[in-house]
């Protein structure tokens, strides 16, 4: 499929979110020849700024080859904004219903389609102190081995050092650099025609990682952890300091008797979303 249409609506964006993005940031940007020039494929970006989507939409239009963004439900129905997001195609993720998968199915009919869909594998913003890439949920591996089309890591630095990761004001002063570095597509042919089981998912995910991570690496001149920063090995320690501390000072957790962990079939797709790192 040659070059998506870039269509009124994204035309309509670009007019708005541009000019402050240029004022704002200088660029830095490399590996437009890897975003591949036809077909469907899905590109993995790391995560760590709440503007950082804007920055790298401006990198993706550029290369003529527009993604879309798998995100909240609630951002489509909020008046301009939620007109835009169904006018540019982006891919509403319903974590609170029955239609929590859906996002899936969408995904790869954009992908089958001949679309670029962008995935931010890490399902939020990185929580590892240095801002490095943190281990990543199983959405972008589960659409790339279904659909087996290319993967092409991206990272990206500078929008954080604007609005670092869940800061509330900006540091504009004095003006940033936008770096962005797009990879070759990363190598996944061992996993195709095999079973999709939750331990193929997990390690074509590290793959993935792995190559942004590198590509960050580069970006930034420095070596990334050994060990990615895992937010659910951090939840589980949290959970054996607090029971640690009320062991040591006599004090107990309480929770209604038969109470399930998980009650109802929307929770149950709100987890499975979480799991898969859809919406951001």
Not at 249 to 259: D, E, I, Q
Request: with cysteine; hydrophobic share 35%; aromatic share 8%.
């Amino acid at each position: 499929m040659p070059r998506r249409r870039i269509g009124f609506w994204y035309r309509f964006a670009a007019v708005i979110c541009k000019p402050p993005l240029v004022v704002l940031l200088k660029r830095d940007w490399r590996g437009m020849e890897n975003i591949p020039a036809e077909g469907g494929f899905i590109t993995a970006v790391n995560h760590n700024s709440h503007i950082d989507p804007l920055a790298y939409a401006h990198f993706q239009y550029n290369t003529g080859r527009v993604p879309r963004f798998l995100a909240k439900s609630g951002l489509f129905k909020k008046g301009f904004v939620g007109a835009a997001m169904r006018g540019t195609g982006q891919i509403p993720v319903y974590r609170e219903s029955t239609d929590a998968l859906s996002a899936f199915r969408a995904a790869i009919d954009a992908v089958e389609r001949g679309e670029c869909v962008a995935f931010y594998p890490e399902g939020t913003l990185t929580r590892d102190p240095d801002g490095w890439p943190m281990t990543g949920k199983t959405g972008a591996a589960r659409v790339a081995l279904q659909t087996k089309c290319p993967v092409i890591p991206v990272a990206q630095w500078g929008a954080n050092e604007v609005l670092p990761p869940y800061a509330k004001k900006p540091h504009l002063l004095p003006r940033k650099t936008h770096r962005v570095l797009a990879g070759p597509p990363v190598d996944l042919d061992r996993f195709y025609d095999r079973e999709m089981t939750p331990e193929l998912l997990k390690e074509a995910t590290e793959a993935i990682m792995a190559a942004i991570t590198r590509q960050l690496e580069e970006i930034r001149g420095a070596k990334a952890p050994e060990t990615p920063y895992d937010p659910r090995r951090e939840r589980i320690e949290q959970r054996r300091r607090t029971r640690s501390q009320r062991q040591r000072t006599g004090r107990r957790g309480t929770r209604s008797p038969g109470t399930p962990m998980v009650e109802t079939e929307q929770a149950r797709n709100r987890v499975v979303a979480q799991e898969e790192g859809l919406g951001t």
